[in-house]
Nanobody
């Protein structure tokens, strides 16, 4: 089992920045990569970014690349999501999730372990 705990969410004004953290524990050696997803009220959960646990290879949702940056600190078993130039439409509950094998990284069904989420609210 892998446990994931997100932190760093909060209320920020448009144009501001936040850094989310995802701390992994348990069988972290089994992690293939960790991704971030988000779900806004009344909308489906969507892919944000992912980073491979070993090589650090990153992938982003096309619409977010340039404003969001995913990174990892393997020594701390933590993945970060730096979010800059935030917009009201970025308001959502942000989840991190871990895969234990390769597959379609944008597809949430390939992610076995999920955190509880952290709320990000961007005011206009």
């Amino acid at each position: 089992q892998v446990q994931l705990v997100e932190s760093g969410g909060g209320l920020v004004q448009a144009g501001g920045s936040l850094r989310l953290s995802c701390a992994a524990s348990g069988r972290t050696f089994s992690i293939y990569d960790i991704g971030w997803f988000r779900q806004a009220p009344g909308k489906e959960r969507e892919f944000v970014a992912t980073i491979s646990w070993s090589a650090g290879t990153t992938y982003y949702a096309d619409s977010l690349q340039g404003r969001f940056t995913i990174s990892r600190d393997n020594a701390k078993n933590t993945v970060y999501l730096q979010m800059n130039s935030l917009k009201p439409e970025d308001t959502a509950n942000y989840y991190c999730a871990a895969r234990v094998a390769s597959g379609a990284y944008r597809t949430e069904s390939f992610y076995r372990y999920w955190g509880q989420g952290t709320q990000v609210t961007v005011s206009s």
